[in-house]
Structure formats: structure tokens, C-alpha cells
């Protein structure tokens, strides 16, 4: 049983299926900056492999011709300069649970809107290690496109070549989070962080890297994170659609509180935004792929006729551009919600939210981004 060595998990977890574990992050832990370690959303394929201690870890690196160079956990931390990166890694699959509400089935874990955390990351630049292991960034032979990499327990993906070594794209291959050595279920002792890109390119237990002119051939590389149209069956073409890498936008309330008139002097919230009456205030993170700021987050109290600008929260963010969510607030006041409060994040780019589903429809339930909407609490 391969599963028998799996490492105990915090209870607060919330969790989707456990052999393999994929747990996702309780609301209450998602409401901190840098999202704590025993509750940060685990995703396995399969178990998690059975390392020991980092002493005899071994990472391989082949060049396209072949070429191989060994590192040890002691190699990596000495000979190349450490860097620390604030960066979210996002599931693709995260609030798969509201396309299935929201259209119709999809398979896999049905992901509320915990499939999402944030971490400072420590570790050398893989584009450090690829140049000690021969590769010429300078004058890149046209036949290398992409950085493959393979996990101990036999997963496996890729990120295109440029990401890998662009010194502002912050890839890392990394051995600490948050300051503490990387539990097991995040990769122990070493995985790959890409920020900006979907958290499945993140390949965990890392220990092969392989430069080629091709994709890896792994199922999660060549079909599982993959977009389909609302058109298509279950039975795609496969090679038909692009492997997904960076994220779009993305935006999620996690905390909706209710506070009555007499206990407004308890809430600087509601006195920024000046209410005297019955208020709510909501809370939330907001998140964009490739680096790209969230510059603003907008709230409907009435289904999306009318919005707000939430207030986003100023983070000291580690790293060349935007990896990490921004968490916003808002306080409205009780009278204005109907229904459903709505939230839709911008991006610098000026890239928003779908407004519902069925547009982005796909069967397995990627990328699951239309405005999240949650019912107003009854007046207490
Ligand atoms: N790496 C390995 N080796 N095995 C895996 O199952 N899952 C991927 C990625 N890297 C996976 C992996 C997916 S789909 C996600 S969402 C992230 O790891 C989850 O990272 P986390 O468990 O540290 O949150
Ligand atoms: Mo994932």
C-alpha cells in the first residue's frame, strides 16, 4: 500500500478525497496573507513518495543532447545564490464546484474555493541551475522549447523555455515554505515553483529536469490540464487545445460578517466607508496568471447592477512581479443587498471575470473563474 507512509494531515482541512489526499483550505485560514503551512491545500496524484532525509536526494539535469549533471540538496543550497518569492499557486481546478452549479457536471474534485494559497518560497533560480548544467541562455539552440519535469512518484509536466530561464519569471526550485523546510505533502525535499502559472507545472519530490523539444508526454501535460470548449464531449481531440500555464484572472469572497448599528464603533472597516447602519463586510483574494497585478475588485449587492470598489490590502510581496493574490475588503451597507453579493477582480491588463458559467463551460471543470456569488445572510 503506497499510501501507508503518507504523512498526517491537520484536521482543519477539508478534504475531497484521501488516497490519494487532496484537501483543500478551510475559509477561516484563507483570510491570512501568506496562507499557514499545515493548512495550505494539499493536491496529490498519487502517494507521496517516501524520501527520508535530503541526504541522499539526487536531482538530475539533461541537456537536449543528452548531457547529465547531478545535484545534491547540499550542491543546490551552496553553490547557487538563495532567493525568497511571495507566490499563490492556484489548482486549475479550484471553484470547479460552482461551473457544476452553475452549468452541469464536470469531472473531478469537486473544489469549493479553497484549491488556492500563498507562500513565501525559498530556493535557486532554476535558470541558475540550467546555465551550471550547460545550457546557453545567450544564444539558445532553437531546438530546446521546454523545461520537462519529473516527480519521484511518477508525475510529471512541463513549462515552455522561456518562463525557465527568464531571470524576472522567478521559477525556483524550491526547499523551504514560509521559512520552514517543505513538508512532505508540498514536496520534500524539492519541487518546482512556477509562479503565475497553474500550480500543476509546480511538479513536487522533483528529481529529474529535462531539456526538450517537446512537451512532456505525462497525461497531466498532454490531457488533463486542458481547456475544451462548452462544445465539446468528454471525448475531446486531445492534442486539439493548448496546456494550460498562466492563470487568468480569478477572485473569491471567503468571509461575509454581519454588524449591527450598536456594534459599528468596533469596526474601522465600516468607518472608512463612513456607514451608520446595519452593515456587511465582506472579505476575500483576488488573483491573476503571468505576473499581472489585480488593480481592482468590484461587489454587486444586487446580482451585478450596481458596484462597489472593495479596498485592496497593500502586501509586502517578494519577487520580480506580481505572484501572489491581494486579498481585498468591503463594508456595504445591510440595505443594499438583495440577494446575492457578486465579486469580479480586474487585472492590469484590464482582463476580467466572466459574468456565469456556461461561456466557459468545459467538461473537467478547469478553470473555473465566473463572478462568485454568495447568498445574502438573513438579518440576525
Ligand atoms: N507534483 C507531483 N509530483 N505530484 C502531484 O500530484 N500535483 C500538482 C502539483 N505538483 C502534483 C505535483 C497539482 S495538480 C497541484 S494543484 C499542485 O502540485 C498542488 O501543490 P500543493 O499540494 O503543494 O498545494
Ligand atoms: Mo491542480
Known amino acids: 500500500d503506497p499510501f501507508s507512509t503518507d504523512p498526517e494531515r491537520d484536521k482543519a482541512l477539508i478534504v475531497r478525497s484521501s488516497r490519494p489526499m487532496n484537501a483543500e483550505t478551510p475559509a477561516s485560514a484563507l483570510q491570512a496573507y501568506l496562507t499557514p503551512v499545515n493548512t495550505f491545500y494539499v493536491r496529490n496524484h498519487l502517494w507521496v513518495p517516501d524520501l527520508g532525509n535530503e541526504d541522499g536526494y539526487r536531482l538530475t539535469v539533461e541537456m537536449i543532447d543528452g548531457e547529465e549533471k547531478q545535484y545534491s540538496m547540499k550542491d543546490l543550497r551552496e553553490k547557487f545564490k538563495q532567493h525568497t518569492i511571495t507566490a499563490t499557486l492556484q489548482c486549475s481546478g479550484n471553484r470547479r ?116 523539444g517537446e512537451e512532456s508526454t505525462s497525461q497531466w501535460q498532454r490531457r488533463d490540464y486542458k481547456c475544451f470548449g462548452p462544445n465539446e464531449g468528454s471525448n475531446p481531440d486531445w492534442d486539439s487545445a493548448r496546456a494550460i500555464q498562466e492563470m487568468p484572472v480569478q477572485s473569491a469572497i471567503t468571509n461575509v460578517r454581519q454588524v449591527p448599528q450598536d456594534r459599528l464603533n468596533n469596526s474601522k472597516l465600516a468607518q472608512v466607508y463612513g456607514l451608520e447602519e446595519d452593515a456587511i463586510i465582506l472579505e476575500g483574494y483576488a488573483f491573476s496568471g503571468g505576473g499581472r497585478e489585480i488593480v481592482r475588485v468590484d461587489i454587486s449587492a444586487d446580482d451585478g447592477r450596481t458596484w462597489r470598489q472593495a479596498q485592496l490590502i497593500e502586501n509586502d510581496e517578494k519577487g520580480a512581479k506580481a505572484w501572489s493574490w491581494k486579498q ?47 447568498p445574502v445572510p438573513k438579518s440576525t
Not at 100 to 111: E, H, P
Open 97 to 212: 464546484a460552482h461551473m457544476t452549479a452553475g452549468s452541469r457536471q464536470t469531472n473531478g474534485l469537486q473544489w469549493d474555493v479553497g484549491a488556492i494559497g500563498t507562500a513565501e518560497w525559498t530556493g535557486v533560480r532554476l535558470r541558475d541551475v540550467l546555465i551550471d548544467a550547460g545550457l546557453d541562455v545567450v544564444n539558445l539552440d532553437e531546438d530546446v522549447q521546454h523545461a520537462q519535469f519529473a516527480g519521484a512518484e511518477a508525475y510529471g509536466a512541463s513549462i515552455p523555455v522561456d518562463k525557465a530561464i527568464d531571470p524576472r519569471g522567478d521559477v525556483l526550485l524550491a526547499f523551504e515554505m514560509n521559512g520552514q523546510p517543505l513538508p512532505r505533502d508540498h514536496g520534500f525535499p524539492l519541487r518546482v515553483l512556477v509562479p503565475g502559472h497553474v500550480a500543476a507545472r509546480s511538479v513536487k519530490w522533483v528529481n529529474k529536469i529535462t531539456m526538450s
Open 328 to 374: 481585498w475588503r468591503i463594508a456595504l451597507p445591510r440595505r443594499e443587498a438583495m440577494r446575492y453579493f457578486c465579486v469580479k477582480a480586474i487585472d492590469e491588463a484590464y482582463n476580467t471575470q466572466p459574468e456565469s458559467f456556461e461561456a466557459h463551460y468545459n467538461f473537467r471543470g478547469n478553470l473555473a473563474s465566473g463572478w462568485h456569488r454568495v
